[in-house]
C-alpha cells in the first residue's frame, strides 16, 4: 500500500535534517590531511592546514576557510615556507565545479607572508612554469587581500626588500608599497593597479600606476599591462628624471652614454622582446631630445634603433660620449696641467648592443666656436663603431666626414676622416675682435688620421696622418699683421688710421702627424705685404706647443723688433711671445748703438723688406689634392 504523501514529506524532511544535522556537527578538520593532499598535488608544493577548518555548506556558493596555512619552501631555502598565511576564505560555485570549471566568486587572505628568494645556483623559489591548467583556469569574482607582505631576496640581483599589498573594500583595487635595495641600489615604489580579478582575465589589459625612485633615478608610469608576470603587451605612459641616463644601464642594460641631469617622457610599449619608446620628449642638461627608440631582444644581443631630434643642444652633453663625465653624470677633469680626457672610452657598452642611431640637431650651443646645425648616422656592429654621413655646420660652412671605431682590438684603433668646406675666416674670429671687421674669406681643409688607444688622450698620443688647410683671397687686420713682426712703425700708422684691411693673397698649411707629433711640411700666410710662415711642433703626448712665427715683409719700417713670435706652453697653458734671443740681441745692438753713435741707434731696428710672394697658385694646387675640395 503506497505511503502516503504527508507521511513521504516527513520522512524527507526528516532526511534532510538529519543530513544537516550531521553536517553541522560534522568535524571538517577529519578532513584537513586529505584536503592538504589534494591541494598539494594540485599546487606541486607541499601544504599544511595547521589552524582549523570552517565550512558553511548551505548554500549555492558554500564558503572554505582555513587560518594558518603554510606553503613550503623548496629544500635548502633560508625561510623555513615560501608562504604563512593567516586566514584564507574560498567561496566555491557548485554549478561551475559541477560543469568542471573552477569557478571562485571570492577569495579573501589575510595576514599573508611570502618569501620570494634564490639558492645558490639562483635558481628561485617561486613556481617555474605555473601550477598547470587547473590552476590557469581559476577565475574570481571578488579578491580581497589584508596586511599583504613580501620579503624578496634576489642575490643574484643585488635585490632585496619588502612588498606591502593591501586592496580597497570597495572596489577591490591593489594599493602596494615596496621599499629596499635594487642592483645595491635603494629602492621606493609605491602604485595601484585593477584587482586581483583583473590579473586572472586571460588577454585583458590590466590597469598600473606606480611612482618611485631607484638609487638616483625617479620615475612615475600609468597604463595597461596585458600580462603583469612577464610584463608584456605593455602600453605605459612613463616620466623618468635622473642625474645620468648612464645609471640606467645596470637597471634596464640599455647602454645609455653619461649625461647630465635628465627628465624624459614617453609612450612605452612592448610585445614580447620587442619595446618601444615613442614620442619621446625631454632634456638632458640645456639640451632638449625628441624621437623614437626601440629595444628588440628576442636575438642573442639587442638590437637598438633610434631616430633622436634636438632643437639646441649644449656641447657639454657631447662630453660623456669621449671620456668626459662619469656614469653619475659628474664632469671628470682632465688630470693636472692637461685638456684631453683620459677616461676609458666605455667598451662594456660598446659590446652590449648593435646600435643604429640617426640624430639631427637644429643649433649648437655652449662654445665660442659657431656650430650650427649637425647631422649623422651612428652605428655599432660587433663592437664596431661608424659615425657616418656627418655633417656639422661651422662658421657658415660645413664639415663632413666619417669616424670609426674598431672596439675588437686593443688597445682600439680608430679612423678621423673629416673635411672642412667654405669656413668663413670672420666667423671664427672672437666675437669681440677689433680685427673681425677686417677679416674675410672662406676656409677649406681636412683632417685624416688613424689611431690607436682606450682614451681620447690616448688616440691622439698615437695618431698618424695630415692636416690640409687652405684659402685663396680674404682679408685681415693690417695692425694685426704688422705686429705680427713686431713692426712698431707701420703699426702706429695702422692704429693711427683707425685700422686698416690687409689683402690675404693666400694660406697654406700641409701638416704631417706621426706618432702623436704634428709637425707642418708647409704653413704659411701671404698678404699684401707681408709672409708668415710656421716652423715647430704641437706635441699631443704630452700636450705641449713649439711653433715659430717668422714674418718677413715686404716693404720697409723704421722700427721692427722683427719676432720671431713663439707659441709654446701647453694646451692648458698656452703662451705666445717673442722669441727672447732674437729680440734682445736688436734691442741690444741698438742700444750700444745708441751709446757710440746716438745717430746709429736705430739701424739695427731698421726693417728694409723685400719678400718676394708665395707661389701661392701652386701650393693651394697642391694642398687641395689632400683636402679633395675643388677649386
Not at 674598431?406 to 672672437?430: F, I, K, T, Y
Not at 683671397?473 to 688710421?497: C, E, K, P, V, Y
Request: charged share 25%; with cysteine.
Amino acid at each position: 500500500m503506497p505511503i502516503p504523501l504527508p507521511r513521504r514529506l516527513a520522512w524527507i524532511l526528516l532526511a534532510c535534517a538529519a543530513v544537516g544535522l550531521g553536517a553541522a556537527l560534522f568535524d571538517w578538520n577529519w578532513l584537513r590531511r586529505p584536503l592538504e593532499h589534494i591541494v598539494s598535488n594540485r599546487l606541486h608544493r607541499e601544504i599544511r592546514f595547521d589552524g582549523p577548518l570552517e565550512v558553511h555548506p548551505w548554500s549555492a556558493r558554500p564558503t572554505f576557510s582555513a587560518e594558518r596555512v603554510r606553503i613550503a619552501n623548496f629544500p635548502g631555502g633560508r625561510a623555513e615556507s615560501f608562504a604563512d598565511i593567516g586566514r584564507v576564505s574560498i567561496a566555491l560555485d557548485v554549478a561551475a565545479a559541477l560543469r568542471g570549471e573552477w569557478g571562485l566568486p571570492s577569495l579573501q587572505v589575510e595576514d599573508a607572508r611570502i618569501h620570494i628568494e634564490e639558492d645558490a645556483a639562483g635558481q628561485g623559489n617561486w613556481p617555474q612554469g605555473g601550477y598547470g591548467s587547473e590552476a590557469a583556469s581559476l577565475r574570481f569574482e571578488s579578491v580581497r587581500i589584508h596586511n599583504g607582505r613580501v620579503q624578496v631576496d634576489l642575490p643574484s640581483r643585488r635585490s632585496e626588500g619588502i612588498l606591502v599589498i593591501d586592496t580597497e573594500d570597495a572596489t577591490g583595487r591593489l594599493h602596494w608599497q615596496a621599499s629596499g635595495r635594487w642592483q645595491d641600489q635603494r629602492l621606493e615604489v609605491s602604485g595601484e593597479s585593477g584587482s586581483v580579478r583583473d590579473v586572472t582575465a586571460a588577454g585583458s589589459p590590466y590597469p598600473i600606476a606606480m611612482q618611485g625612485r631607484i638609487g638616483e633615478t625617479r620615475f612615475a608610469i600609468e597604463g595597461k599591462v596585458t600580462d603583469l608576470v612577464r610584463l608584456e603587451d605593455m602600453n605605459v605612459r612613463f616620466d623618468l628624471r635622473g642625474r645620468s641616463l648612464a645609471e640606467l644601464y645596470p637597471l634596464t642594460g640599455v647602454p645609455f652614454p653619461p649625461t647630465s641631469a635628465y627628465r624624459l617622457q614617453a609612450q612605452l610599449s612592448r610585445r614580447g622582446g620587442l619595446w618601444r619608446f615613442d614620442h619621446i620628449d625631454g632634456v638632458l642638461g640645456k639640451s632638449d631630445v625628441a624621437g623614437e627608440l626601440a629595444i628588440d631582444r628576442t636575438g642573442e644581443k639587442q638590437q637598438l634603433r633610434a631616430d633622436l631630434r634636438s632643437r639646441r643642444l649644449d656641447l657639454a652633453e657631447l662630453s660623456g660620449f669621449i671620456g668626459g663625465r662619469a656614469e653619475s653624470g659628474r664632469a671628470v677633469p682632465p688630470p693636472p696641467g692637461r685638456v684631453l680626457p683620459v677616461l676609458s672610452l666605455g667598451f662594456e657598452k660598446i659590446a652590449a648592443a648593435d646600435v643604429d642611431l640617426n640624430f639631427a640637431v637644429g643649433t649648437i650651443r655652449g662654445s665660442r666656436v659657431p656650430f650650427e646645425a649637425a647631422s649623422g648616422r651612428l652605428r655599432i656592429d660587433d663592437r664596431r663603431v661608424s659615425l657616418d654621413g656627418l655633417k656639422v655646420g661651422l662658421a657658415k660652412g660645413e664639415i663632413a666626414g666619417s669616424l670609426q671605431l674598431d672596439a675588437r682590438r686593443q688597445p682600439a684603433e680608430a679612423l678621423v676622416d673629416l673635411q672642412a668646406s667654405r669656413l668663413h675666416l670672420r666667423e671664427l674670429m672672437p666675437p669681440q675682435a677689433e680685427s673681425q671687421n677686417f677679416t674675410s674669406g672662406s676656409l677649406d681643409g681636412r683632417i685624416r688620421l688613424v689611431m690607436a688607444g682606450n682614451s681620447v688622450a690616448q688616440l691622439l698620443a698615437s695618431a698618424e696622418g695630415e692636416v690640409a688647410v687652405a684659402m685663396d683671397g680674404g682679408s685681415t687686420s693690417r695692425l694685426l699683421m704688422r705686429l705680427a713682426n713686431l713692426d712698431i712703425a707701420n703699426g702706429l700708422i695702422a692704429w693711427l688710421a683707425g685700422g686698416q684691411k690687409e689683402q690675404i693673397r693666400c694660406l697654406v698649411g700641409d701638416l704631417d702627424a706621426r706618432r702623436g707629433v704634428l709637425r707642418p711640411r708647409t704653413l704659411f700666410l701671404d698678404t699684401e705685404h707681408m709672409v708668415v710662415r710656421a716652423e715647430g711642433q704641437v706635441d699631443f703626448r704630452d700636450e705641449t706647443l713649439d711653433l715659430h712665427l717668422r714674418s718677413s715683409p715686404k716693404d720697409g719700417s723704421l722700427v721692427a723688433l722683427r719676432g720671431p713670435i713663439l707659441i709654446s706652453g701647453t694646451f692648458a697653458r698656452p703662451s705666445l711671445a717673442p722669441e727672447p734671443l732674437p729680440l734682445t740681441a736688436r734691442v741690444a745692438g741698438s742700444v750700444v748703438l745708441g751709446l757710440v753713435a746716438p745717430p746709429l741707434a736705430l739701424l739695427p731696428l731698421i726693417e728694409t723688406g723685400g719678400a718676394k710672394d708665395s707661389p701661392c697658385g701652386k701650393a693651394l694646387r697642391q694642398t687641395r689634392k689632400v683636402i679633395g675640395a675643388s677649386g
